[in-house]
């Protein structure tokens, strides 16, 4: 499969559809437009979470149970 057909189908899914295909427990959906690899967290306050290499996301309302449960 090349790089072309790998983004064909990742644009064609959803982000709950990516997620289900990835190692469980590995990843967390924060947002609904963010998924984060769980070893990559550095902080968390209650509206956004911080990554090791510093970026800031916001935390959607709906997402902070399945947050909560992982880190």
């Known amino acids: 499969m090349d ?3 790998v983004v064909a189908q990742l644009t064609a899914s959803t982000l709950k559809q990516l997620l289900g295909r990835l190692p469980n427990g590995r990843f ?4 609904k437009s963010f998924a984060v690899n769980v070893a990559q967290i550095g902080g968390r306050g209650s509206q956004q979470l911080t990554l090791k290499s510093g970026v800031k996301l ?10 909560s449960q992982v880190w």
């Open 3 to 5: 790089q072309r057909q």
């Open 58 to 67: 916001r935390i959607g309302q709906a997402y902070k149970a399945g947050l």
């Open 28 to 31: 967390v959906q924060i947002h």
